[in-house]
């Protein structure tokens, strides 16, 4: 079936350092891509999404580019705030009936000033 | 937008109380999902409508655990009798559709506490 497979946090950065959590995923057909993101107390909202190979997903300084060949979304933001700590997922959807996201485990991010 | 509504937020209760958990999807949506969230399971999909009508309901983790939607704009997840294992954090989702380009807007959770 399909999944998601993300990197195991939690992961700790100074402020401004360069941020990158890798996402790799498994799935039949043509998915859609997402990342998502849950700051403390909160539920999970899109950070940013791509449909198709080669797209380019960004939202706050955070980008994600949809790798066909290696079947990857990893995320990337060039210099990390203490506001974004927070835990991030990363889910597809496939086009292929109508099913739900699937979700990665999620990584924590802490970022310290 | 009032976005996905949950109530309450926080629920503590004792084993073997009945507890119910309710949501209010965005109007309009026609995909209503409940997740559970724990350290250990990570976010763990329980069940979901389409126009009210369960389609999957293989993540609900036992009979002690039900879900209803009985109308566009509500639908409750219970437990009975709750047990300690409960314990997490319970999101309701809603989406307009499931396609490729549907996102799912979450509600901001209710954390339970089965003491």
């Known amino acids: 079936g399909d999944s998601v497979t993300q990197m195991e946090g939690p992961v700790t950065l100074s402020e401004e350092a360069f941020l990158t959590i890798n996402c790799t995923y498994t799935?039949?057909?043509?998915?859609?891509l997402f990342w998502y993101v849950q700051y403390p107390g909160e539920g999970l909202q899109l950070l940013l999404k791509a449909t198709k190979a080669d797209d380019k997903g960004s939202n706050k300084g955070f980008e994600a580019t949809y790798r066909k060949e290696t079947t990857s979304f990893h995320l990337e933001k060039g210099s990390v705030q203490v506001s974004d700590s927070a835990v991030y997922f990363c889910a597809l959807r496939t086009f292929s009936g109508n099913t739900p996201l699937v979700f990665g485990k999620g990584t924590r991010l802490s970022v310290i000033a | 937008d009032a976005g996905v509504i949950q109530s309450p937020r926080h629920e503590v209760t004792e084993m073997g109380q009945e507890v119910t958990l309710r949501c209010k999807p965005i109007s309009g949506h026609d995909y209503l999902f409940w997740y559970r969230q724990t350290m250990m399971r990570g976010l763990e999909l329980l069940i979901y409508f389409n126009n009210n009508v369960p389609i999957d309901d293989s993540g609900m983790p036992e009979d002690r655990f039900s879900a209803k939607m009985p109308n566009a704009s509500f639908s409750t997840l219970k437990i009975q009798p709750s047990e300690p294992r409960d314990s997490a954090v319970y999101f309701c989702?809603?989406?307009?559709?499931?396609?490729?380009?549907?996102?799912?807007?979450f509600g901001p959770g209710t954390r339970l506490t089965v003491l």
């Open positions: 989702a809603s989406s307009l559709g499931t396609g490729g380009y549907n996102e799912q807007f």
């Open positions: 799935a039949t057909g043509y998915p859609s």
